[in-house]
């Protein structure tokens, strides 16, 4: 069944991050479907019942506070996030979770001990164009798929241990680093969950473009087939060229284990692309193993940075096992710099630059002109204004 979606009704939903590339005109019917959803195909739903999720990331990055009642506009996507949910796509229109704040919708498989139960919400209709044809975000998806460019950006991969070891953050300072060093930059999510959060911190230290896979056409990466990922990936490498980028810094999610990140690591494609990588992690064993691992696989590693490096006696343990440790405030000083700019590309195993220093900028004065963990932690409770135009929500 097709009914009129009047504008009104579109206007006064809570917009979610991951719908931000559809025109809320093209937003003109609702379509009561019978089967399985869709992943990207964006729902009409109704707040029923709040858990863990009480506010949406808008497209402009503010996170609005919801209700029991409210009408929502978010995607229909799977989630894979240890620290979180595992949640699937439902095999109807029935009653499911919204397992992300930036807009997913699916119904929860497990979940972190420490998580509440997710809000739950009642989908009223797939969101239709004035046709009646659902509208999913593949087809609102940047152009640029197919061959890498001819002329693409030196890539850098930022890869971690696991959720939260400090991937963004420290693809952030090498953003942070490359501009101050007077280049052009992409920062690049590759995949994840949709959510604007980590886009807004690079573009924060400096991205001159900021993209996501929410720009190729996903709402989620996880479950989605890895061609698909593989190709999405380089159309917003190809996207950072036609941007005249100089540098792509990608950050991977989830961890080294997580198939979806150790198949797309493996792609000869995204190596081939690839000039170096800058891995994250918690502890100095993670440090090691992940640092071992990304040279096997023929990735020319820069240095080993992430939440271990809050330790010193965590970065004191990583450095005597023969990891190259850089803190964050010796990346955006730009001491990877020289690494990144020697023309070297694809070449396996430690990168030939300066020593990881034991010290370096941490205990210089110009700290204070730095970014640090807690300062990137406090930005991300942060609203932002609501009045952004809607050009403001994509990033490209």
């Given at each position: 069944m097709v009914t009129k979606l009047r504008r009104r009704r579109v206007a006064n939903a809570k917009r979610a991050f991951t719908t931000r590339r559809v025109p809320a005109r093209h937003m003109q019917t609702l379509v009561r479907a019978n089967g399985k959803p869709a992943a990207g195909n964006l729902v009409l739903a109704s707040v029923c019942e709040l858990g863990k999720h009480r506010r949406i990331e808008m497209p402009n990055g503010r996170r609005a506070?919801?209700?029991?009642?409210?009408?929502?506009?978010?995607?229909?996507?799977?989630?894979?996030?240890?620290?979180?949910y595992e949640a699937l796509i439902g095999d109807d229109l029935g009653c499911c979770d919204l397992v992300a704040s930036g807009g997913i919708a699916a119904c929860e498989i497990n979940r972190h001990e420490r998580m509440l139960a997710p809000t739950k919400i009642?989908?009223?209709?797939?969101?239709?164009?004035d046709q009646g044809?659902?509208?999913?975000?593949?087809?609102?998806?940047?152009?640029?798929?197919?061959?890498?460019?001819?002329?693409?950006?030196?890539?850098?991969?930022?890869?971690?241990t696991a959720m939260n070891s400090g991937k963004t953050f420290t693809a952030a300072s090498v953003v942070r680093g490359l501009v101050a060093s007077g280049l052009r930059v992409a920062g690049i999510k590759a995949t994840g969950t949709g959510s604007g959060a980590d886009l807004w911190k690079m573009k924060d230290l400096g991205a001159d473009v900021v993209l996501d896979f929410?720009?190729?056409?996903?709402?989620?990466?996880?479950?989605?087939?890895?061609?698909?990922?593989?190709?999405?990936?380089?159309?917003?490498?190809?996207?950072?060229?036609e941007r005249r980028c100089d540098f792509a810094v990608v950050e991977i999610a989830d961890g080294l284990q997580h198939t979806e990140t150790a198949t797309l690591l493996r792609s000869s494609v995204l190596k081939k692309l690839t000039s170096g990588c800058v891995f994250a992690a918690f502890d100095s064993i993670g440090a090691r193993a992940g640092y071992r691992e990304l040279c096997h696989l023929g990735y020319r590693v820069l240095a080993v940075s992430g939440q271990l490096t809050r330790s010193p006696l965590a970065m004191r343990e990583a450095r005597a096992s023969g990891c190259p440790v850089y803190t964050p405030f010796d990346i955006q000083a730009g001491a990877l710099v020289p690494m990144m700019?020697?023309?070297?590309?694809?070449?396996?195993?430690?990168?030939?630059?300066?020593?990881?220093?034991?010290?370096?900028?941490?205990?210089?004065?110009?700290?204070?002109?730095?970014?640090?963990?807690?300062?990137v932690e406090d930005a991300h409770a942060l609203d932002f204004p609501d009045d952004l135009e809607e050009s403001a929500c994509n990033f490209g």
């Open positions: 506070l919801i209700l029991p009642g409210d009408e929502i506009i978010v995607c229909y996507g799977n989630r894979y996030a240890p620290d979180q009642t989908p009223l209709g797939l969101i239709g164009d044809r659902p509208l999913n975000l593949l087809n609102y998806r940047i152009a640029g798929e197919g061959s890498p460019a001819a002329t693409p950006p030196r890539v850098i991969v930022v890869a971690g929410t720009d190729a056409g996903f709402a989620s990466t996880y479950k989605a087939p890895d061609h698909e990922v593989e190709a999405g990936v380089v159309s917003l490498i190809n996207h950072a060229a700019t020697d023309g070297a590309r694809g070449a396996p195993g430690h990168a030939q630059g300066p020593a990881a220093p034991a010290a370096a900028v941490a205990g210089s004065g110009g700290q204070r002109d730095l970014i640090r963990f807690r300062d």
